[in-house]
């Protein structure tokens, strides 16, 4: 499937604008930076996972020579009533970010950060570290999404109730509880659409916290200026979030915070929370001196990200032919310390492919002794969406159907209404499942002997939200882009892309560049797969006042009316014939050399905040072998489809999908976080975290259709999300298949093939 | 305070001193001493490859080499790949086959990848993938850097 409409621009494949700094080492990531008389900060962490701060005492590590402050939490202002962004996920209270940056009163996880501390030398920062003396009452940490949920369990927030949205909920306001929410989506009637099922699979799923695995750990370095202007350096998800932030919790005007975006070394979700930087502002404005912090990889295991850990039971029920007739499922996610799991991600994801007329989803808000959950990608899809297409597949073989006519004759349809309420619009569900079943990895023998096939649909919504930009039109016909919103991987070449091809030029006469939160205007995080979509209508809506200015100027120079003159495709600006008959025209450049002799520099900007975002959809199949001595398994071929609404960049289109599918495989095979019963991360270092290699996978087939949004103007969607979700259960389906043995906790390690094949030895 | 020492190394092609601490890694010597800061730390320890440099002829984690162990050597750090202004080839394949996205590990990948390709100017699929398994890459599954290598392979070989 191609897109229905032909350009010029969009579907090539040009070198990225900021490729050549990238591959020589001149980019400068967060961590790269170096200012003059600058400091280095490290955070002072909890050793246990759930204590009493009795006391703190700074004086050792202050008496040693180099060191110049020391912070603890009552350096903060109090912090503003209410609730504050908190990444892509409900906003939470002001109260428990603070918290979160460092501890008061109870460290409710190991790691949490409970004292800053600047010097002039890296080494000294980490000399002082062990002579801060904390004081602790140790408590019993509750590790277990399960337990946390039990009456008995150890209680986090004594001040924490659960807030109950479901029709039927009976809030107990003076009752403290580890359960920070309870929320439900609801169609239908549910037990009358169990009783009309012939058939009935209900099944338990477990999964671990997982890390977003960013090579680039956390950074934020900090001047408090004399006229008490702070500026901040780092690599984020969201430099104007980060600055109004800043500006909430240290209490001083938005206007006084200047971001600085550096190139951000990935992120995955687990950028659009800070940690670091309003330590770092607060140990300038006692030193007087800018202030550099980064973390060590064990601090961003233990202390950053991660994803929830999950328990999800599912219950679906369909008739003989395969029609589905109820979906029900219970998902239980955890926070980490503080509210705010991204269980609505794997409430809305879990059915979403499918048109059901009877669903109930329960999901639940734990927080428990472990870090305080980030987004990660797709947040809490892949989990919510194991339980519900493993189920699926399990079910296929109960109907004795092939798996993707089942969830054919189910397709979720245009214009349908969504489980959760609201229209889906054009989607392209049915266009990937036909595109599965017709591959022809789908229809080809496996070959070789405990070998297992897999499929899975995955499902994202994307994201609109606001961004502001800007551009400007020089001399010779080249154009300047203004960004505000990060480039993760490759939106500069997208967005310049889309404005390339409404005015008609080369990606390459366009610059595009990421500017400081001074430099535009706000703009939402790069997050949910917004960035292409938003920052593509704010680039198109640029190009259409620069076309419509380009045309002004020309009516000018040929003092006709700007209604005679047209702006072509091809960036050739036509007016009506001359006096002689001839054709009069200017190409982009021709007229843009005439700029500052008719007026003066095209210079535009935009703010656009669009709603119109088109959901994705995916399905994979993967095939692997298993050995059955050791419980490796191998990828032996792995093909994700996947709408793409309008593939702009084809190739970091076609990266964004199998940069999914390793992290989408790891979450399947080997990442896990293993707590030891006193909460400590086991395993906090990339060789025991264990995140796929280039040993670990094959090359990973791409299939882009294109079901192009009608809610943007080149018919983007948004790419980046959706393939993390189908490869937990094609891979887990693909190694019941190959060993016929039943998984349904995540991760798949050999050691767990071993201990189920030989349950004896 | 901690200790200094004086050391003599050539780094890309030119011999330079650097004032290092006695408890710096050549990584730490590299970002934070000498302003080389192409070379990335993505763990400290070994398992990520970020940092990746060639140590007198050898590839090296410079994360776990100190840097008073460098004296007299001879570094070769991403800074130094690109010769006489021109990309490699292994930088022009990276670029075309769209082997990158964040970048951060692109360095160390490209580094490692040089040090592949020296060896066995003709690598298979697998010898690629294996010689590269100790660098970590978040973003791009590895299929494209694969290609990239084979790609700047041909182009190496004409």
Not at chain 1, 202 to 230: C, F, S
Not at chain 1, 411 to 418: C, M, Q, S, T, V
Request: aromatic share 6%.
């Amino acid at each position: 499937m191609v897109a229905t409409k032909e350009y010029r621009v969009i579907g090539t494949r040009p070198i990225r604008h900021d490729g050549t700094d990238k591959v020589t080492g001149r980019a400068q990531y967060g961590a790269d930076i170096r200012l003059t008389g600058m400091l280095y900060g490290r955070v002072k962490r909890s050793p246990h996972a759930h204590a009493i701060i009795k006391k703190i005492d700074a004086s050792k590590a202050l008496a040693l020579p180099g060191v110049k402050a020391v912070i603890t939490h009552a350096d903060f202002p109090p912090p503003p009533a209410g609730v504050g962004v908190s990444g892509e996920g409900p906003p939470q209270p002001w109260r428990f970010q603070v918290e979160n940056y460092l501890a008061n009163k109870k460290a409710l996880y190991r790691g949490h950060a409970v004292a800053a501390v600047a010097a002039t030398d890296p080494h000294i920062a980490e000399d002082a570290l062990a002579l801060i003396d904390v004081e602790y009452e140790v408590l019993p940490p509750v590790l277990d999404v399960r337990e946390a949920m039990s009456e008995a369990a150890p209680i986090l927030h004594e001040d924490l109730r659960t807030r109950d949205t479901t029709p039927l909920a009976q809030n107990n306001p003076d009752k403290p509880s580890n359960i920070a929410s309870h929320t439900q989506i609801k169609r239908g009637d549910i037990e009358k659409g169990f009783a009309e099922a012939d058939v009935v699979i209900e099944r338990e799923y477990v999964t671990t916290m997982y890390h977003q695995g960013y090579i680039e750990p956390h950074n934020g370095t900090a001047y408090w200026g004399k006229d008490g202007h702070l500026t901040v350096w780092n690599s984020s998800q969201s430099h104007f979030v980060f600055r109004n932030q800043l500006a909430s919790v240290l209490q001083i005007p938005v206007q006084k915070v200047t971001v600085v975006p550096l190139e951000i070394g990935g992120g995955f979700g687990g950028k659009l929370y800070m940690y670091l930087e309003p330590l770092a502002a607060l140990l300038s404005k006692k030193t007087g001196k800018p202030v550099k912090m980064t973390m060590t990889r064990e601090e961003v295991f233990e202390a950053t990200g991660p994803t929830s850990g999950t328990y999800i039971r599912v219950k679906i029920g369909a008739k003989r032919d395969g029609t589905i007739v109820a979906g029900q499922a219970y998902m239980a996610y955890e926070a980490g310390a503080y509210p705010g799991s991204p269980v609505g991600g794997g409430m809305n994801g879990i059915f979403a492919p499918y048109d059901i007329p009877n669903i109930l989803v329960d999901g639940y808000d734990v927080v428990v002794n472990k870090p305080k959950t980030a987004a990660y990608r797709a947040p809490g899809t892949p989990a919510g969406m194991f339980a519900g297409e493993a189920a699926l597949n399990e079910l296929a073989k109960m109907l004795d159907m092939d798996p993707m006519d089942l969830r054919l004759k189910n397709a979720a349809k245009d214009n349908g209404e969504r489980p959760w309420g609201g229209n889906w619009g054009v989607i392209g569900a049915r266009q990937v499942m036909e595109a599965v079943k017709e591959h022809p990895h789908y229809k080809s023998e496996l070959q070789g002997e405990n070998v297992g096939r897999g499929v899975a649909m995955g499902y994202w919504g994307n994201a609109g939200g606001e961004t502001s930009s800007s551009a400007s039109v020089n001399s010779d016909g080249t154009v300047n882009l203004v960004l505000g919103s990060i480039d993760i991987g490759g939106t500069r070449p997208a967005l310049a892309m889309q404005l390339a091809e409404t005015l008609g030029i080369t990606a390459e006469d366009v610059w595009p560049r990421v500017v400081d939160t001074d430099s535009v205007g706000f703009n939402l995080f790069t997050a949910g797969s917004r960035t292409a979509f938003a920052g593509g209508w704010a680039a198109y809506e640029l190009g259409m006042e620069i076309r419509k200015r380009m045309v002004e100027r020309a009516a000018k120079i040929w003092e006709c009316d700007p209604s005679e003159v047209t702006y072509g495709d091809d960036g050739v600006i036509r007016g009506p014939n001359d006096a002689e008959g001839k054709e009069r025209k200017f190409t982009f450049k021709e007229l843009a050399a005439q700029l500052g002799r008719t007026g003066g520099t095209i210079d535009v900007s935009t703010n656009v905040n669009k709603t119109s975002v088109g959901p994705a959809f995916a399905g994979h199949i993967c095939d692997v072998s298993v050995d059955k001595e050791t419980g490796k398994v191998s990828i032996l071929r792995y093909t994700a489809v996947q709408d793409v609404g309008t593939a702009i960049h084809p190739s970091y289109v076609e990266g964004q999908i199998q940069g999914g599918v390793a992290q989408g495989v790891g979450m399947a095979l080997t990442e896990e976080y293993h707590f030891g019963p006193d909460g400590r991360m086991q395993n906090s270092s990339f060789l025991d975290y264990r995140m796929p290699t280039a040993l670990d996978l094959p090359m990973i087939e791409t299939v882009l259709v294109e079901v192009p949004n009608p809610g943007h103007p080149y018919g983007v969607r948004g790419v980046g999300e959706v393939p993390i979700v189908p490869p937990l259960a094609a891979v887990q389906t693909a190694i019941v298949e190959a060993i016929g043995v039943h998984f349904n906790e995540l991760p798949i390690t050999p050691a767990r093939i071993v201990e189920a094949l030989y349950p004896d030895a | 305070m901690s200790d200094r020492i004086v050391i003599t190394a050539t780094i890309n092609g030119e011999e330079m001193q650097f004032l290092a601490d006695s408890r710096d890694s050549l990584l730490d010597a590299l970002r934070e001493r000498i302003g080389l800061t192409g070379a990335k730390e993505g763990c400290n320890n070994g398992n990520c490859g970020a940092c990746a440099v060639i140590l007198d002829g050898r590839l090296v984690n410079s994360c776990c080499v100190m840097a008073a162990e460098v004296e007299g050597a001879d570094i070769t750090t991403i800074e130094g790949i690109a010769a006489d202004g021109q990309l490699h080839p292994l930088q022009q394949a990276f670029l075309e086959e769209a082997a990158l996205q964040c970048g951060i590990c692109t360095p160390g990948f490209i580094v490692s990848s040089k040090a592949l390709l020296d060896k066995n100017p003709n690598p298979t699929e697998h010898e690629i993938r294996f010689w590269l398994s100790g660098n970590l890459c978040r973003c791009t599954g590895y299929d494209k850097i694969v290609r990239a290598v084979q790609r700047a392979s041909e182009m190496m070989r004409g």
